[in-house]
């Protein structure tokens, strides 16, 4: 019998693959003030491009606070008997954030949506407008999309709206004894508008919104790293296309088509990147240094294939 546990134990630690939860840790004392800072401007940054969409006007800046620790009891006496308040659902298990802001700011957004100057009310409304509420709708999934996608765990980001009730004590996100971390997010546009709203969730759950550092470490290992693979074939190129719309029209109507003709295209949140027929990763579109860019959200490793036609990568499509 040759060979002992411990050794053959140790040869198999190089092929082993884990599962994110496995292989993720979360930061360190030391590390954590400076991995809470990092999310937070990332995020800010990311949700200034993707709710400056939905706005019309000048640019929009979005900060963030570093969280601050309170009762259950003091968010839902800060929140106030009567707010926007929506719980979103982040991921596929069961981690959800809240998400409240007053009627006159949920008001104020949606003017500057229609192209008006965003101006709070001096007195909100006593019921939500159907615009407004569907404003907000509209933002709380962006925000839930955008805070999924920060996590960085390479898989297909997750987020949406689970419910939204004017009474946050009736909506119980999480008990009046819990610790809770509280983030004040301000946006502002054009230095003549500024809105106010709060994201909150227990303090024990914040860290699993973090980015997941550890998440790609088991593409290291011998068994599926590209350069293992093959290095004959790691430098062959492939035609990415990034599809932003596919449209049908009939070939009668195809036929009359003439410069100056408009036509709709209806351009989803993810945006699949393909290689051939088959999809490759999925992103939201966007803009880097003044060019379009899609930022992937989930890559799906397994669409590669070594027998695709070489050429640089390019878009299919027009916004």
């Known amino acids: ?74 968010v839902f006496e800060k929140i106030g008997p009567i707010a926007i308040n929506t719980l979103l659902r982040i991921g596929s298990g069961d981690q959800t954030v809240l998400l409240s802001l007053d009627y006159a700011t949920a008001v104020a957004l949606t003017d500057c949506s229609f192209g008006g100057e965003g101006a709070k009310p001096e007195k909100g409304p006593s019921e939500l407008p159907r615009s407004a509420g569907l404003l907000v709708e509209q933002f709380a999934a962006t925000m839930a999309q955008v805070i999924a996608m920060a996590q960085g765990t390479g898989e297909p980001a997750r987020g949406d709206v689970l419910v939204r009730s004017e009474s946050v004590v009736r909506l119980k996100p999480f008990s009046t004894e819990a610790e809770i971390s509280v983030m004040e997010v301000s946006l502002a546009q054009g230095g003549s508008a500024e809105w106010e709203m709060l994201l909150a969730l227990p303090h024990e759950r914040l860290d699993e919104l973090l980015p997941k550092t550890n998440s790609n470490r088991s593409l290291s290992c011998p068994e599926i790293s590209g350069s293992k693979r093959g290095d004959a074939y790691a430098g062959l190129p ?43 990763a999925h992103g939201v579109f966007g803009t880097f240094d003044n060019h379009m860019a899609l930022r992937l959200t989930s890559v799906s490793h397994s669409a590669v294939r070594s027998d695709q036609g070489a050429a640089r990568a390019r878009f299919r499509g027009a916004a």
């Open 1 to 74: 019998m040759t060979g002992t546990f411990a050794d053959d134990f140790a040869r198999s630690r190089p092929v082993a693959q884990h599962c994110t939860e496995l292989t993720w840790r979360g930061p360190r004392p030391d590390e954590r003030k400076g991995a809470v800072t990092a999310w937070l401007r990332d995020l800010s940054s990311d949700m200034a491009q993707e709710l400056g969409q939905i706005l019309q006007g000048d640019k929009l800046d979005v900060t963030i606070s570093e969280p601050k620790i309170m009762t259950g009891a003091e």
């Open 238 to 280: 492939l035609v990415l296309e990034a599809v932003l719309s596919e449209i049908e029209m009939p070939i009668g109507k195809l036929e009359r088509l003439a410069p100056g003709d408009e036509i709709a295209l209806n351009i989803p949140r993810e945006l699949p990147l393909r290689i051939g027929d088959d999809v490759f």
